[in-house]
């Protein structure tokens, strides 16, 4: 792991792991949530994180720094009710679930063309996210198989298959938060709840004006 081993904080870093990406290899980093696996958003990205997780099938949440990268990759025309409520929420813990755009590659979406987007509220990763339309994003773990806590407990079967570990120095020696995102679908005229995570349900309802559907 050593060798592997990097830190948001030192110079060279984002450097390293932009090229890295951009040859479609996966590094693990740490986020404002779990421990994640990050993968370009190209084919061979999601065949990589495929392999790592051994899992088929599965759309990967999208990462992106900015809600003006959305039409990118979604159908839904954002009115200012909408805008509001994102700029309350994001850069935060909580992925929405979206049409997705209608030519948008297979590799990015589920098969009933749904597309999962969040903005991360980390400073380096947000740095790093400017450099693409967007990054696959996946809990470090094998499926079905415990989400490390540490970067000491990364599964060494991971380890084997990717270029780097990115971490907060004030993490070094502590456990990361193992609570993920709040999962809302936005695919129809009202928002569900997918799954309750780090992002307060009450709050978000909140922030939108209405309940969401549970």
């Given at each position: 792991?050593?060798?592997?081993l ?5 110079n060279?870093?984002i450097d390293l792991l932009?090229?890295?990406?951009k040859?479609n290899n996966?590094?693990i ?7 994640g696996l990050v ?18 099938e599965?759309?990967?949440?999208i990462l992106?720094?900015?809600i003006?990268?959305?039409?990118i ?11 509001g409520?994102l700029?309350?929420?994001?850069p935060?813990?909580l992925?929405l679930i979206?049409k997705?755009q209608?030519?948008?590659h297979?590799?990015?979406k589920?098969f009933?063309?749904?597309i999962?987007i969040?903005i991360?509220?980390h ?7 400017g450099s ?6 996946t809990?470090a773990?094998?499926s079905?198989r415990?989400i490390?806590?540490s970067?000491?407990?990364?599964d ?6 990717i270029?780097f570990i ?14 993920p995102?709040t999962?809302?679908d936005c ?7 997918v799954r309750?995570g780090?992002f307060p ?7 939108y004006?209405e309940?969401?559907i549970?």
């Amino acid at each position: 792991m050593i060798n592997k081993l990097l830190f948001w904080q030192d110079n060279k870093t984002i450097d390293l792991l932009r090229e890295s990406l951009k040859k479609n290899n996966v590094s693990i980093t740490s986020t404002d949530t779990v421990l994640g696996l990050v993968a370009n958003c190209s084919k061979s990205g999601l065949q990589k994180l495929d392999l790592i997780k051994n899992r088929r099938e599965k759309p990967y949440i999208i990462l992106i720094d900015s809600i003006e990268k959305l039409p990118i990759f979604i159908e839904k025309k954002i009115d200012k009710k909408f805008e509001g409520f994102l700029n309350n929420c994001w850069p935060g813990p909580l992925t929405l679930i979206f049409k997705s755009q209608i030519n948008s590659h297979d590799y990015l979406k589920s098969f009933n063309d749904t597309i999962a987007i969040r903005i991360p509220n980390h400073q380096y990763l947000l740095q790093l996210l400017g450099s693409f339309d967007g990054l696959f994003s996946t809990s470090a773990n094998i499926s079905g198989r415990e989400i490390p806590d540490s970067i000491q407990k990364i599964d060494p079967e991971i380890e084997k298959l990717i270029d780097f570990i990115v971490a907060d120095k004030k993490y070094e020696n502590h456990s990361y938060p193992i609570i993920p995102s709040t999962i809302l679908d936005c695919t129809e005229e009202k928002i569900k709840i997918v799954r309750e995570g780090i992002f307060p349900i009450d709050e978000l309802e909140q922030f939108y004006g209405e309940k969401f559907i549970r």
